[in-house]
């Protein structure tokens, strides 16, 4: 026994108490943040289906994707879900996408039917971007073939126009995101494509593989990789696939999550891809020519050079040091990896300084984003779990087939808390989960969640955090052939530092965001705003009053609440 003298003690003692006075403070903060999930009580009555509760083929552990978008811009979030295919052949015209249009009161009505948005089939993915610029936001849907693009009609219908755009690759499409490469001012298209794959064909044919000793579908390992495929707006609502012709060729990878954004600030919008089992790719935008950098800036492997199973991807400058980091979630047994960016022409992984490693490893990680969950002006973290095998739990492993989506909260000092356990019922909900979004769907200020899950109910996570800070939510329009200022920048300035977003589409997995960028403001109550658009146009907003939604319109040079 260790014999302690009484002046250590008392030292002792007054270190723990000192200590608690730092730390208790804000451990009742991450407690004050709270999340219900309110789907069903707002009418989203969606059910999930994705063929066989064995899960035997690839295919059935894909599609649950969804996002955010206010397709009838009466200024309130709707939402669309993709479907798989059931089991039962007799049903399958019957299940499908499903769209919601939210309402006043925070509730949603079922709006498949009478929008003709229904899509049946294995449905992957969506990304939301008006392409044609006639102001409103169309849809276009990753899928095992051939991926779709609904057109916005403007009266609350859809129409298909992808025969006539020049779009439907029959390829595997995962992760799709627009965005202005050339900066033209219309929107072009990235699509993320997996493997070449049939049921019951080759090369895995009814086979079963295994994982950890249990039964698990087999792949990707093993078929081949399918080429992902770039499409230029041509600017009278058409596309041209140019690949080749701007230098995204080379080795194909299993391409899952997509990301669209300037890392190096120079101005135009570069691209990263999160491969699943090969390393992931940079794509730097050099004077409309992609070079793939992803191994120079060291966003390729892990910090310990393993090739990752990338599946969604995110970017956000938690640190505000003016630099956009990355954030790619991985298999389970693996770690999540967050790539902090130098701006000295690479990246480092501080996964594990950031605590974001070891918390990440039971978990299979899909959907991700970076948003200000307590708006206190630091960008927090979310990721969205589940694994891809039922078997898994039987392997001895400590591995869970339905698991925990995680939230970190940003301690503002390169390092990010676990408060899961802390964030309320709907964090401690356990699906198969796979997409995920943020936005604020009943428009109250604070950011809430869509998660999409595997064979169940999506999850409409409201944010019912309290003690948040001030806020401010932006919407740019624009005249243009770019009318929701996609790629754009926005800087906000209060006394207690910068911040920056910039406006994307696709991202996360298999889902999107939000449009509307949300800010964090603490406990000040003015803020300055700077725009910079993607033609070179900075535009300046001083003392912009907190707590309101304003639309910023670049040609009237003008920024009004809404």
């Not at 595997?172 to 929107?187: E, R, T, V």
């Not at 691209?271 to 699943?276: E, M, S, T």
Request: aromatic content about 12%; charged content about 20%; some cysteine.
């Amino acid at each position: 026994m260790i014999k302690l003298n009484r002046p250590y003690i008392i030292r002792s003692i007054t270190l723990i108490i000192c200590l608690g006075w730092s730390i208790e403070p804000h451990l009742g903060h991450a407690q004050s943040i709270s999340f219900t999930d309110v789907a069903a009580a707002s009418g989203i009555d969606h059910i999930n289906t994705s063929g066989s509760a064995k899960k035997q083929h690839i295919i059935e552990t894909q599609p649950a994707g969804g996002g955010f978008w206010d397709y009838n811009n009466d200024g309130i979030l709707d939402i669309y879900l993709t479907n798989g295919v059931p089991q039962d052949s007799t049903r399958r015209g019957s299940v499908g996408t499903a769209l919601y249009q939210g309402r006043t009161d925070a509730h949603f009505s079922d709006a498949t039917s009478r929008s003709n948005a229904f899509l049946t089939g294995w449905t992957m993915g969506v990304t939301f971007a008006d392409y044609d610029a006639d102001g409103d936001a169309d849809l276009y849907a990753t899928r095992w073939g051939p991926d779709v693009l609904l057109g916005n009609n403007g009266d609350g219908t859809f129409s298909d126009h992808t025969e006539s755009s020049g779009l439907g690759s029959t390829r595997w499409g995962i992760g799709a995101s627009f965005a202005d490469f050339d900066l033209d001012g219309d929107l072009d298209l990235y699509v993320a494509n997996y493997i070449e794959f049939t049921l019951g064909g080759p090369p895995f044919y009814d086979q079963w593989c295994t994982h950890n000793g249990v039964p698990a579908a087999c792949g990707p390992v093993g078929a081949a990789a399918q080429a992902d495929l770039f499409y230029r707006n041509e600017g009278h609502g058409d596309f041209t696939e140019i690949s080749a012709e701007i230098g995204l060729t080379g080795r194909s990878y299993y391409g899952m999550g997509v990301l669209w954004t300037d890392y190096d600030n120079d101005g135009d919008p570069d691209l990263y891809v999160a491969n699943d089992g090969h390393p992931n790719s940079l794509f730097r935008n050099d004077l409309h020519r992609f070079v793939d950098v992803a191994l120079i800036e060291s966003v390729a492997y892990s910090g310990d050079g393993r090739p990752q199973a990338g599946m969604g991807v995110a970017a956000g400058d938690y640190d505000r040091d003016g630099r956009f980091d990355i954030f790619v979630t991985n298999f389970s047994q693996d770690h999540n990896t967050l790539y902090r960016n130098s701006g000295q022409g690479y990246f480092l992984d501080v996964s594990g300084r950031a605590n974001l490693a070891g918390t990440s490893r039971p978990h299979m990680g899909w959907g991700t984003f970076f948003f200000d969950v307590d708006s206190d002006g630091y960008e927090d973290l979310f990721v969205a779990n589940g694994h891809l095998m039922p078997e898994i739990e039987q392997a001895g492993i400590a591995m869970q087939y339905r698991q925990q989506n995680l939230l970190y909260r940003n301690g503002s000092k390169g390092r990010f808390i676990d408060i899961s356990n802390q964030a309320g019922s709907g964090l401690q909900i356990k699906e198969v989960s796979r997409a995920a979004a943020y936005g604020d769907y009943d428009n109250d200020g604070d950011l809430d969640i869509l998660v999409a899950n595997i064979d169940a109910a999506p999850n409409l996570l409201r944010n019912d955090s309290q003690a948040n800070g001030n806020w401010l939510s932006l919407r740019l329009r624009s005249g243009g052939s770019n009318r929701e200022g996609v790629g754009a920048r926005i800087y906000l300035q209060t006394e207690d530092g910068k911040q920056m977003r910039e406006v994307r589409t696709g991202t996360s997995f298999q889902s999107q965001n939000d449009m509307r960028q949300h800010f964090g403001l603490a406990k000040a109550s003015l803020a300055d705003i700077t725009v910079q658009w993607t033609d070179g146009t900075e535009q300046h907003y001083a003392s912009v009053a907190a707590n309101q939604f304003y639309t910023i319109v670049k040609e009237a040079y003008k920024i009004t609440v809404e």
